[in-house]
């Protein structure tokens, strides 16, 4: 059973809006998500803390994406707003035992397998 589950993904036009969400079946305390590019490393998007009330965004995002959990769903979400084609790319949940936010993928010890975001110009 894998731990966290995305879903959400598709293909959107640019300045558009889509809602991520993860689900997840383990113990997980601080998430974030991350995104890679074709071609490109995997980066940051955002992250949040075990009772939610921390976040931490990339400049790329800052304003335009929000992240949430709802810990009785024990649910992630990304609700991104205003997506450019350099949005696009593979959306990855992650989790980690420590409460805190973090923006280093090594922080994480549980990921997801990813869900594909297309924004079309």
């Known amino acids: 059973q894998r731990p966290l589950v995305e879903s959400g993904g598709g293909l959107v036009q640019a300045g558009g809006s889509r809602r991520l969400s993860c689900a997840a079946s383990g113990r997980t305390a601080g998430m974030g998500w991350f995104r890679q590019a074709p071609g490109k490393k995997r980066e940051f998007v955002a992250a949040i803390s075990g009772s939610g009330g921390e976040t931490l965004y990339a400049e790329s995002v800052k304003g335009r994406f929000t992240i949430s959990r709802d810990n009785a769903k024990t649910t992630l979400y990304l609700q991104m707003y205003s997506l450019k084609p350099e949005d696009t790319g593979v959306y990855s949940c992650?989790?980690?035992?420590?409460?805190?936010?973090?923006?280093?993928?090594?922080?994480?010890?549980?990921w997801g397998v990813g869900t594909q975001v297309t924004v079309s110009s």
């Open positions: 992650a989790g980690r035992l420590s409460t805190s936010t973090s923006s280093q993928e090594s922080g994480y010890e549980y």
